[in-house]
């Protein structure tokens, strides 16, 4: 999974990649960082790196995705 979203991820490197798994879109990496402190959610951690560094990670529910969309467009 994460090996896809870096893929998609390399192609838009310069945009938010929210991903969905299951109910929630998640954000990976420093897209998670960033986007945590934008949309005021919490950060999180997945799992581990190849160098066993813990993988950045914030989500929000499918359902809500509008306004959070919203909030990022609203900052540019």
């Known amino acids: 999974m994460i090996r896809q979203y870096l893929k998609i991820k390399s192609l838009h490197p310069d945009k938010f990649l929210f991903f969905r798994l299951g109910d929630f879109y998640e954000m990976f990496f420093e897209d998670a960082v960033e986007g945590s402190k934008i949309l005021e959610i919490t950060l999180t ?21 509008n306004g959070y969309l919203d ?3 609203n900052r540019g």
């Open 45 to 65: 951690s997945r799992n581990t790196d190849k160098t066993g560094k813990a993988i950045p990670m914030c989500g929000i529910p499918f359902h809500s995705i």
């Open 71 to 73: 909030k990022l467009l």
